[in-house]
């Protein structure tokens, strides 16, 4: 099993470009989410989704856009990047809510 | 404030100690995870419990539920244990801001 995959690592986006964030998993979970994490802040959890069609915002969802149309996939748009959204994204699933997470490797994107 | 606060933020210890990181919470959480963040930014799940302790080689975490507080302890630390260690609600809305460990040889 690949586990939980991120494309790309590394994006340097410029202000007002949009661009997706790839997370799959191949471990059949039913729980998918997005974080991102900023120095001193901590991990904060973007959007989430208990299943296939099934999508919600979590803390800090403003700029960011999901859909899950399958299991495996659980994009992540940024619809019209800004210099605050410099951080590192890191992708999550789980069997279920509540349990045991596996991380992706995390993706370092730079809004310039 | 915080919901789920950790101490202390850096530790530096010598190998071989017993290290002790600590979470508190003020928010109602039926369980509680512990992540390890590798240097190269990679994170793992260690933990996950909802009462008493779990060990996982030198690793033991405790959990106590009415007093909204949880522990990591490592023993005979190692520098590969160097990490940030995290901890978090299980409803994955909480989480610590990591407590960064530096294990000297």
């Known amino acids: 099993n690949a586990g939980v995959t991120q494309t790309p690592k590394f994006q340097v986006l410029k202000t007002g470009q949009s661009m997706t964030l790839q997370c799959a998993q191949d471990m059949n979970h039913e729980y998918m989410s997005w974080y991102r994490q900023d120095p001193g802040m901590g991990l904060r959890l973007i959007h989430y989704?208990?299943?296939?069609?099934?999508?919600d915002q979590g803390e800090v969802p403003n700029g960011y856009n999901v859909s899950r149309s399958t299991t495996e996939d659980f994009p992540l748009r940024l619809l019209s990047a800004a210099p605050s959204q410099t951080s590192v994204y890191f992708c999550?699933?789980?069997?279920?809510?509540?349990?045991?997470?596996?991380f992706g490797p995390g993706t370092r994107l730079t809004v310039t | 404030k915080n919901e789920v606060e950790q101490s202390p933020q850096n530790l530096t210890a010598q190998e071989g100690e017993f290290i002790t990181i600590n979470c508190s919470y003020s928010?109602?959480?039926?369980?509680l995870h512990w992540l390890q963040q590798h240097p190269g930014g990679g994170i793992v799940s260690l933990f996950m419990?909802?009462?008493g302790k779990k060990k996982h080689g030198r690793l033991i975490a405790t959990i106590n539920i009415q007093e909204k507080h949880s522990s990591l302890h490592i023993t005979a630390s190692h520098p590969r244990d160097s990490a940030v260690y995290i901890c978090a609600g299980a409803d994955q809305f909480y989480f610590g801001t990591g407590t960064s460990l530096t294990v000297i040889p």
């Open positions: 419990l909802s009462s």
């Open positions: 989704s208990v299943g296939a069609g099934i999508t």
């Open positions: 999550a699933s789980s069997y279920v809510s509540g349990r045991e997470q596996y």
């Open positions: 928010v109602g959480i039926s369980a």
